[in-house]
């Protein structure tokens, strides 16, 4: 059995707690679901958002004048 399974990773957040460092990392979540959108498939695109909008209109708005200022 391989112990280094059970050993703790290290906290891919870059937070380290063990020596009172607690420095987060940045994460653009809009951009990485834009550049997402981007590539998918076009029907797909457009059932995401439809479902998004149910959610979050407002985003979903966002993202389809973001996606059609990229001619998409």
């Not at 703790?8 to 940045?26: D, H, L, M, T």
């Not at 979540?29 to 981007?38: A, D, P, R, S, W």
């Not at 059932?47 to 708005?61: E, H, Q, V, W, Y």
């Amino acid at each position: 059995m391989n112990t280094d399974l059970n050993r703790p990773r290290n906290n891919p957040s870059g937070n380290n707690e063990e020596n009172g460092n607690n420095v987060g990392v940045a994460i653009d979540g809009f951009q990485q679901v834009l550049e997402m959108l981007k590539i998918a498939d076009p029907a797909f695109r457009e059932s995401l958002l439809r479902r998004l909008s149910a959610k979050d209109p407002n985003l979903a708005r966002t993202l389809r004048r973001d996606l059609s200022n990229l001619g998409l």
